[in-house]
C-alpha cells in the first residue's frame, strides 16, 4: 500500500462538550478540537461536529447536501418531535414557503416602522439604569428590551408572559444532548407547546401581531394547521434567549476591554460592526446539526448517507484561519460581519434584522451616556445546552457625555 | 465583474449596503439593489466582502471575461 492510499482516520474526541465546566468557557475545548481537524468524530454524542470556519461555512452553505429536515437536534427524541414542523427544521420548497410566510413580518423592512418606538424605549430604559448606577447587565438590562418588545410583535397575551423565559430556555436545553438538562427541559416544553397550541385553535394571540399572521395563513390554507402551534413557538424562543445572550456578552465585553468601549463612544458609526464582533465573539447559539443526504466528504472526513453533522458555530467564529488573533475583541474588525454566529443560507436566523434593532438602539444609547462600565461583582455563566450567555452580570456604569 | 440579487432570497438584512455602500443600496421596498452593474474596478473589493456577508446567500457573482 502507497502513503497516498491510506486515509487518515477522522479524528475522535470522545470528551463530553456539555459538562458545566465547558459550558462556561468552551473556548479552549474549541481550540483543541479545531486542531483535532475541521471535522471530528465526537464519540459521546454520536455525532460529527464541524471545528472551522470553512467547512462549517460549506454546511450551511449546502441545504441539500447537509438537510434540516430530519431535525437540527443532537438527540432523536428532540429531531422525531421537530423534523418537518418547525421552520428550523424543514427543506426545500416547504421550508421557503414557511419561511415567507414567518419572515416577511420580521424582516428589517417588515419592522423598519418598530425603530423610533424601540430606540425611544431603549434611551428610557438606559437613562434609569444610569441613574441607577450599579444594575445586573442580564436582569435589568439584556432582559428588558426583548421582553417588551418581542411578545407585543408576537401577539402573546399578557396572561402567558409569566414562564416565557422558563419554556424558552427548555426548548432550548431540549435541542442539545439528551443529558440532564435535556430531559429536566421536557415538562417546559410540553408546557410551552401545549399553551402555543391553544393560542393557535383559540384566536387569542392579538390581532395584526405576527402571530395572528401564522394564524390567519393557516386559516388561508396556505400552511397546514397542525404547524402553527411549533411555528409561533419558533418566534418567540429564538427572539429572546438569543438577543439576551448577545446583548449580555455585548456588555461583559465592554466592560473588559475599556479600550474597544472609548473606541466605540468615539465612533458611533462602528456600532453595527461592534455588534457583529459580539456575535462572533461569543455567538449566542452554541451548536445545531445537519444530516448529510448523500455520501460526501468533509474536510477529510468520509460521510455516510444519513450520517448526523453539528456546527460548533462559536468555534468557526474563532477559527485563526478566518479571523486573525481570534480570541481578541476587536469592534474594528475587517471581517467581522462574515462571522455565522446567525448561520448562514437559507436558514440563517430570521429575526436578526430585530436582534440588530434591539441591541443597536441599546448600544448607541449607553454610547452617549455611559463612559464606563465596570465590573462589580462576581458574574456567573449560564449553562444551557444551546444558548451561550450570561445568568448574571452585575455591573457599575460612570456616566459620560 | 457583475453581481446579481436573488430576489427570492433577500430579506433587506443589509449587510452588503454596509459593506459596500457605492455598490449596494436599499429600493423603496427595503430589498437590495445594485448600484453598477458592470462593478468598478476600484470597489470589487469592497464587493467581494459584502457578497460574503449576504446572511442569506442572495448574492452572487459572475466573473467576466
Redesign the interface.
Known sequence: MTQSSIQSPTPVFDGDLFTDDVLADPYATYAMLRELGPVVWLAAHDTFVVTRYREARTVLASPDLFCSGRGVALNDACNQQTAGRSLIATDGDLHSRLRKILAHNITPRAIRHLETQIQTQADALISDLVARRSFDAVEDLAKSLPLSIVPDLVGWPADGRDNLLQWAGATFNFLGPLNDRALDAVPDVVAMMAFAAEMAAGGRLMPGSVGAGVVDAAANGELPPDRVAALIVGYLAPSLDTTISAMGSALWLAATHPEQWELLRRQPELIPNAFNEVVRLESPIRIFSRVATNPTSLGGASLAEGARIAVLYGSANRDPLQFPDPDSFTIDRANAGEHLGFGHGVHSCAGQGLARMETHALLSAMATSVARIEIAGPALRATNNLINGWERLPVRVVPGN | MRIFVNQ??C?????CV??AAEVFA?DD???TVVLQDPVNPAAEGAAR?AV??C???ALHIEEQG
Open positions: 427570492e432570497r430579506e433587506g438584512h443589509g449587510q454596509a459593506a436599499f421596498d427595503g430589498l466582502a460574503r456577508r446572511p442569506v446567500d
